[in-house]
Antibody, heavy 119, light 107 residues
Framework: QLQLQESGPGLVWPSETLSLTCTVSGGSISSGDYWWGWIRQPPEKGLEWIGVIYYSGSTYYNPSLNSRVTISVDTSKNHFSLKLSSVTAADTALYYC???????????WGPGTLVTVSS | EIVMTQSPGTLSVSPGERATLSCRASQSISNNLAWYQQKPGQAPRLLIYGASTRATGIPARFSGSGSGTEFTLTISSLQSEDFAVYYCQQYNSWPLTFGGGTKVEIK
């Protein structure tokens, strides 16, 4: 059974870079049918798509975050990563990683990790 | 960007009753729509994709319908474990976007 797990600092200083990793177990990140994505959810709010990556390194990002987002993949470690630069309090959210079939729906999701931007 | 609007914001339903949730897209998305269920403290779970296809392991009481701009998620007989927040998501075009959610609460 495929499982995803987010990891990274829970607290980030304003103007710094948020860095998270999603480790995939129970399956290969190099499976050609799937892309791998990041979604976030501010406290008590809805879901926002951040971006996706294919095992080859191809990416798509949300234009609202495009200039600040980098998603990368390490197939040897079976994980992919998110970097979000110049963070502000508005970037405080639960960050989820998920698998996406053909850049469509997301399934399954990791349990999520809360990142707070604060000094 | 395609804007997804869900209604109502909150739906109060008694156990055993039927719940009907709506999702509207700001432009046609064909049947490129998914529904998710999110319980407190948990990640979203995929319920429906392709507007009407149930995901693996999803009970038959969940059904989806619609195409174009108007979509519906129906829960035929609400069970205690179904009280949660439900989100729709379009994948017709970039960026992928979600609706604001409908909370289904116990009446």
């Amino acid at each position: 059974q495929l499982q995803l797990q987010e990891s990274g600092p829970g607290l980030v200083w304003p103007s710094e870079t948020l860095s998270l990793t999603c480790t995939v177990s129970g399956g290969s990140i190099s499976s050609g049918d799937y892309w791998w994505g990041w979604i976030r959810q501010p406290p008590e709010k809805g879901l926002e798509w951040i971006g996706v990556i294919y095992y080859s390194g191809s990416t798509y990002y949300n234009p609202s975050l495009n200039s600040r987002v980098t998603i990368s993949v390490d197939t040897s470690k079976n994980h992919f990563s998110l970097k979000l630069s110049s963070v502000t309090a508005a970037d405080t959210a639960l960050y989820y990683c998920a698998r996406t079939y053909g850049n469509n729906w997301f399934d399954p999701w990791g349990p999520g990790t809360l990142v707070t931007v604060s000094s | 960007e395609i804007v997804m609007t869900q209604s109502p914001g909150t739906l109060s339903v008694s156990p055993g009753e039927r719940a009907t949730l709506s999702c509207r897209a700001s432009q046609s998305i064909s049947n490129n729509l998914a529904w998710y269920q999110q319980k407190p403290g948990q990640a979203p779970r995929l319920l429906i994709y392709g507007a009407s296809t149930r995901a693996t392991g999803i009970p038959a009481r969940f059904s989806g319908s619609g195409s174009g701009t108007e979509f519906t998620l129906t829960i035929s007989s609400l069970q205690s474990e179904d009280f949660a927040v439900y989100y729709c998501q379009q994948y017709n075009s970039w960026p992928l976007t979600f609706g604001g959610g409908t909370k289904v609460e116990i009446k």
